[in-house]
Nanobody, 117 residues
Framework: EVQLVESGGGLVQPGGSLRLSCVAS????????MAWVRQAPGKGLEQVSV????????TYPDSVKGRFTISRDNAKNTVYLQMTSLKPEDTAVYYC??????????WGQGTQVTVSS
């Protein structure tokens, strides 16, 4: 059974930092790209980072480029999202995501990030 368990969210002031973690199980972790996706209140899903299986390639949208860094530790089946210079508009539920060609998308339960003074 595929499982994704996020942690690390919380309340942070503008300009602050947080590191999110996602522990994966139930599939060959190192063989799969992983993504972080967020959903702000009243808005749709936004993919904020993707990392390939061996961690050699990452992508970010302009909204977070230079502030967010995705990384992974394949020995620990864990993917991270380091978030710096946080802004109120980064407030959202952040989800860990993996997509399988045959099985489709799997999601974690999400972790809330709130950026507010």
């Amino acid at each position: 059974e595929v499982q994704l368990v996020e942690s690390g969210g919380g309340l942070v002031q503008p300009g602050g930092s947080l590191r999110l973690s996602c522990v994966a199980s139930g599939f060959p972790f190192g063989d799969n790209a992983m993504a972080w996706v967020r959903q702000a209140p009243g808005k749709g899903l936004e993919q904020v980072s993707v990392i390939d299986g061996d961690g050699g390639s990452t992508t970010y949208p302009d909204s977070v480029k230079g502030r967010f860094t995705i990384s992974r530790d394949n020995a620990k089946n864990t993917v991270y999202l380091q978030m710096t210079s946080l802004k109120p508009e980064d407030t959202a539920v952040y989800y860990c995501n993996v997509e399988f060609r045959a099985l489709g998308d799997y999601w974690g339960q999400g972790t809330q990030v709130t950026v507010s003074s």
